[in-house]
């Protein structure tokens, strides 16, 4: 196997974009890595309407979206490997990849966009009290990943609440529905929905009880399985009795790789500290997306990457003439 | 007809998996009982994963001569098991002049008892080698054959050993019922299983009461003690990476801050009383006391991220030792109270029981051939599969990351779950494997490990 010239890490809406603005540019030579078992990221699990607003021509479902990104990297035979997972990069850029393709192996790639994504902050990180049963406590990724793979829940559950109002919160409760879940309640810290206010207009027209400045202040649970939230809000503090929870929002950058490397972390964000056009402190290290600024929507994470694809093959180019 | 055994062992928690292990040395027939679906499902699953060398166990009684005899065969037994361990050290800190009487007593006191490496370390050595702590430290104890290791797999190992060596292992198998017969005791379980034991070993843990109290032995009562934990991201340990606890008091022994086996940081364990033995919830106030506790000790800690937070059950009792009551003319053998000890004293209290029963009920030498067995080992500090590059030629499973926190592959979790022992639960699954304990618990891999989990299942009973 040989160095590519540029290794994109992340075959979401950003290292896609990136992917195939490269191509576009005539710098074909790309090897593109998701740790994932599909390219097309985060976009792939949520069913629903609203992506790649301001990349594709109309807005379109996840699923759809993460295709058609893929879909034109393949037309432009960008090599594409799943399965396989960055652990660690040094300078040079030096990367150390793993994957039932390539083994266990380290490549020295002219330029890294590193394309990582975000996660959801889960119960354990946000110190949320209670008992631990073995089912029902889940993030919107959870969620999306059980339903689009098609993973019957382990208990019945049949009723959940929803922590959070942001647009993935609803993305939760699109979700839940279509998978025959009940949405008792949603309830944000914050004084208004995080989310279009539609969004909430819309949720409570389907029997969503919206609970702002409200927080979740323990779980309780019997036989293993969720049994009830305790909010603790303008009522004063509640039991919600139902079978699961969702932690929405609350992202984190997706920098876990990068632990022991040189690569600078941006205190506030927690992301990839990037300067002009995504370039990092490292020589010849770009990042695009979401790994930078949770948390932006899959049309503008693309556009991103489309810039800073152009960005690396322009500095092709000034290392050519140079 | 009913099954008969000559032993049966009630309970799959470190104690009684390593009694039925023992006991597989022996020509005899043994059955390991287990109420739950998997092995090490209580108070074994929830502690803070330390091998002590035993000095810190009240000088005189049966717990310190079986923890230190259980830290030694651990040094030897574990590594042949495939079971990692890490001689971290530990300090035990002062910070104020009434500490600073109590660490030099207690090293005095570990020197008269016979435990030559403790050593008094003066604050400016504390600060210097461990820059982490508050300052201020006047003194410590250093007790550098202190020991960090694997709690989940260690159980787990002392049962595939058992199993492997002819013991029958069953579960979910709850005892509901002791009647006394000719040969010794029926057994029964909650969904209508019977079995015949000439001798009942009780290592029921958290619930070895209710089972005296089928047979009529009340001779003492559960007082479960909480412990709860936060568990910190891996970056901590490049901070922190000794076990650390500040000077006891005469009421509590401390929250302590060490690194685990897996590569993390633990705080914990908080210890309240409870009234329910099962509810191992998580508190507000008990978070808060962990958060001081690194604020305590370990400032630099307080904004490394959280990783979970969980709580574990001592199974102490009223009694402050060990409860082994044998009753060999009932053909009854109790090991109880093992409170918070059981990780370090498994392998010398099932020493001591098999002293207890052989000669005396059944006249044997240990006699068969044993088979030897290793488990995978986990511990970060070890070659992990991902980046072996001969294990992965072998099998490429071993390079397809599924769990990307803990960077646990496809080819793990498929082994763990086609043990002879598979795991009887998704939880039971990350304690074999790691799979989901990370910063995501889940998030990224939660609904593939539930498919693997699913399909083996659906596999196993086709």
Redesign the interface.
């Given at each position: 196997m040989h160095d590519p010239a540029v290794l994109i890490v992340g075959a979401g809406p950003a290292g896609l974009a990136a992917a195939a603005e490269l191509a576009r540019r005539g710098i074909n030579d790309i090897l593109v890595i998701d740790?994932?078992?599909a390219a097309g990221g985060l976009p792939r699990f949520c069913a629903h309407p609203g992506f790649g607003i301001g990349y594709a021509p109309v807005p379109q479902k996840g699923p759809d979206f993460a295709a058609r990104l893929v879909r034109a990297a393949e037309k432009k035979r960008i090599r594409i490997l799943c399965?396989t997972?960055m652990?660690a990069l040094e300078a040079g850029p030096t990367v150390t990849i793993?994957?039932?393709?390539?083994?266990?192996r380290t490549l020295r790639p002219r330029a890294v966009i590193l394309a990582t994504g975000v996660?959801?902050a889960?119960?354990?990180?946000r110190?949320v009290?209670?008992?631990?049963p073995?089912?029902g406590i889940?993030?919107t990724?959870?969620l999306q990943?059980?339903v689009?793979?098609k993973?019957?829940f382990?208990a019945a559950i049949k009723s959940i609440v929803v922590v959070g109002t942001e647009h993935v919160s609803f993305s939760a409760i699109w979700t839940a529905r279509h998978a025959g879940l009940n949405v008792r309640t949603m309830i944000d810290e914050k004084p208004r929905v995080g989310s279009f206010r539609a969004a909430g207009w819309l949720a409570r027209a389907m029997g969503v009880d919206i609970r702002l400045r409200t927080r979740i202040?323990?779980i309780k649970a019997q036989d293993n399985r969720v049994s009830a939230v305790v909010i603790d809000g303008r009522r004063g503090t509640e039991t919600i009795p139902c079978d699961g929870v969702v932690f929405t929002a609350n992202w984190?950058p997706e920098t876990?790789a990068l632990?022991a490397s040189p690569v600078e972390i941006d205190s506030e964000t927690r992301g990839i500290a990037v300067g002009n056009a995504g370039r990092t402190n490292l020589a010849g290290v770009f990042a695009a997306g979401n790994v930078l600024h949770p948390i932006k929507a899959s049309g503008s994470c693309a556009i991103q990457g489309r810039r800073v694809g152009a960005a690396v093959a322009v500095h092709f180019e000034l290392n050519a003439t140079a | 007809m009913t099954v008969h055994f000559d032993i049966a062992v009630i309970g799959a928690g470190v104690v009684g998996s390593a009694i039925a292990r023992d006991l597989s040395r022996y020509d005899l027939k043994v059955v390991l009982l287990e109420a739950n679906t998997d092995l090490g499902d209580e108070s074994s699953k929830g502690n803070s994963a330390l091998m002590t060398e035993g000095h810190d166990t009240p000088a005189g009684t049966l717990e310190r001569d079986l923890v230190v005899r259980g830290y030694q065969r651990y040094m030897t037994e574990a590594p042949e098991l495939g079971l990692p361990m890490r001689k971290t050290g530990a300090v035990m800190l002062a910070w104020t002049e009434e500490q600073r009487a109590t660490v030099e007593k207690h090293v005095e006191q570990a020197h008269a008892e016979g435990f030559h490496n403790v050593h008094l370390l003066k604050g400016e050595e504390v600060a210097k080698r461990w820059p982490q702590f508050r300052p201020g430290v006047l003194c410590a104890q250093w007790m550098p054959d202190e020991v960090i290791a694997d709690p989940f797999s260690t159980p787990y190992a002392y049962v595939l050993d058992a199993v492997t060596n002819g013991v029958a292992f069953l579960r979910p198998w709850r005892v509901s019922r002791a009647e006394r017969n000719a040969k010794g005791w029926r057994l029964s379980s909650d969904s209508g299983e019977v079995l015949d034991a000439s001798l009942v070993i009780n290592a029921g843990g958290i619930r070895a009461d209710i089972v005296e109290g089928l047979a009529n032995y009340r001779d003492f009562t559960m007082r479960p003690r909480r412990g709860q934990y936060?568990?910190l991201d891996?970056?901590a340990r490049a901070i922190h990476d000794v076990i650390a606890y500040p000077t006891p008091t005469p009421t509590s022994r401390g929250i302590l801050i060490s690194p685990t086996i897996f590569g993390n940081v633990l705080v914990g364990p908080t210890a309240e009383e409870v009234e329910d033995r099962d509810d191992?919830?998580?508190?507000?106030e008990?978070?808060a006391a962990l958060r001081k506790a690194i604020e305590d000790m370990v400032p630099t800690l307080r904004d490394m991220?959280?990783?979970?937070?969980?709580?574990g059950m001592r199974p102490a009792t009223n009694h402050s030792e060990y409860q082994i009551i044998p009753r060999f003319d009932e053909h009854w053998l109790t090991v109880a109270g093992i409170r918070s000890t059981g990780f370090s004293g498994a392998l010398g209290i099932a020493e001591y029981v098999v002293s207890l029963v052989f000669p005396k009920v059944f006249d044997l030498k240990p006699a068969k051939e044993v088979r030897g067995v290793r488990v995978p080992d986990l511990s970060e500090t070890s070659v992990r599969p991902?980046?072996?590059?001969d294990k992965?030629?072998a099998d490429?499973?071993y390079?397809?990351?599924l769990c990307?926190?803990e960077?646990i592959t496809v080819g793990e979790v498929r082994d763990a779950l086609n043990s002879p022992i598979p795991p009887g639960?998704?939880?039971a699954l990350k304690r074999r494997t790691r799979a989901m304990f990370?910063?995501?618990?889940?998030?990224?891999c939660?609904?593939?490990v539930?498919?693997m989990f699913?399909a083996a299942k659906v596999k196993r009973h086709a």
């Open positions: 740790r994932d078992d399965s997972t652990t793993t994957g039932p393709e390539t083994g266990y996660r959801e889960n119960r354990g990180n110190l009290p209670g008992d631990r073995e089912a889940m993030t990724g959870l990943q059980m689009a793979r993973v019957p382990p202040a323990a984190i876990a632990t | 936060i568990l891996k970056p191992r919830g998580v508190t507000e008990g978070l991220p959280v990783n979970t937070i969980y709580a991902w980046a072996d590059p992965i030629a490429p499973a390079s397809e990351m990307h926190c960077r639960s998704i939880k990370g910063r995501c618990q889940g998030f990224y939660g609904a593939r539930q498919a699913d």
